[in-house]
């Protein structure tokens, strides 16, 4: 009721209601407003603040929040007001710092993050409150056969398979976890004069051997003796030429060299035969015809401008009534002729003529006084006398005019 008294009745009016910050001090009745005041007029023991008070409530005193180790007071603990406590995490630090001293009641300062060095990899991050931590490379392990490469400066790199040296080669350092194979070339390798480096290669050092006997006559040094390499000598004969070119001087000098290729020597002639053909190991050589030995009985026929020819047995011997015109010799065959071809000048025979004789013309024989002619002479036979003694006559007659041919 307001407004009565001094005579009046007064009015019933609303009683006022507390809003939410404020607690019911007295309470509305007939005869009084409700009376409110803020709940900030209220308090509470240290560590305490108050709760649920307002529209119309005192609400209580409830602990306050206790921050915890990483954490900071944003907010103090007041009778209005709970403790706000923000983790340390969430105060931010520029890049590649971290956060220290932040405890309850302190918010720390940013400090560096340490930085690992060039064999140490990041085991922890630089973020927040923490500080990167750092390992040694050697602390991560790769598989049997493998070795970590781009460990370092914070990395920890990835594993990759050890290397293998090439056939030329042989290994310095093995692979291990933080280093690869270290190969260096053969030819790097000594070894005294006349020795070379054996078995050197795939890692392999290997070890000195003498080098090989100087080469043959028919070699040519394709491989010298060196610190890294054995002599190897090749065949002269497996050298090529041009056609018509032939290898000099292979297999000659110290060391032997392969020599040059030259022009073969021009053909064989007509009384030549080619007894070394041109090829690319040995120059044309040509021998007379008739330096080639003979078979007996034989002669050369075809030999010339380097055809070899060939032997052809010779014609049998002459007949009784033949003489030989040509002999069996290197070139020409045996050939024979009829006695009886040849000619005698008047008053001659051929005498002696026959298997293979030409014989000889002989002046015929003349008859004496007391000889007649009992044979004509003919160029095939003398003439044959008869004495007149001895061709007699018939009973009662008598020989007269014998003699000188005639009987």
Known sequence: ????????????????????????????????????????????????????????????????????????????????????????????????????????????????????????????????????????????????????????????????????????????????????????????????????????????????????????????????????????????????CPTGQHRAGCGSGDPPGEGACLACRAACSATEYEAVPCTASSDRECSPCDARERPPGTHLVGCGLGLPGEFLACRAECAATEFETQGCGVFSDRACAACAEQPCSPGAYLAGCGSGLAGNCSACTNCNATQFESARCTTAHDRACGECSGHACGAGDVRVGCGRAFS
């Open 1 to 240: 009721l307001e407004g009565c008294g001094a005579g009046a009745a007064g009015a019933c009016t609303d009683c006022l209601i507390c809003t939410s910050g404020q607690y019911e001090v007295s309470g509305c009745s007939q005869s009084g407003d409700r009376a409110c005041a803020s709940c900030t007029d209220l308090s509470c023991p240290s560590e305490q603040y108050r709760t649920g008070c307002g529209d119309g409530n005192q609400g209580g005193c409830t602990a306050c929040l206790e921050c915890g180790e990483l954490e900071f007071e944003k907010t103090a603990c007041s009778s209005s007001a709970n403790r706000e406590c923000v983790s340390c995490d969430a105060l931010p630090c520029p890049a590649e710092e971290h956060r220290v001293g932040c405890f309850p009641g302190e918010a720390g300062a940013c400090e560096a993050c340490v930085t690992c060095g060039a064999a140490e990899f990041e085991e922890r991050a630089c973020a927040g409150v923490d500080d990167r931590v750092c390992q040694a490379c050697g602390e991560l392990g790769c598989p049997d056969g493998e070795h970590r490469v781009g460990c370092g400066d914070g990395e920890q790199g990835q594993c990759e398979g050890c290397s293998t040296c090439s056939g030329s080669a042989y290994s310095t350092s093995a692979c291990s976890l933080l280093a690869d194979t270290t190969c260096a070339a053969c030819g790097e390798l000594t070894c005294a004069a006349g020795n070379y480096r054996h078995g050197c290669g795939l890692g392999v050092a290997g070890d000195c051997a003498s080098c090989r006997a100087g080469c043959s006559d028919a070699e040519f040094e394709s491989t010298a003796c060196t610190p890294a390499s054995n002599r190897a000598c090749s065949l002269c004969s497996a050298l090529s």
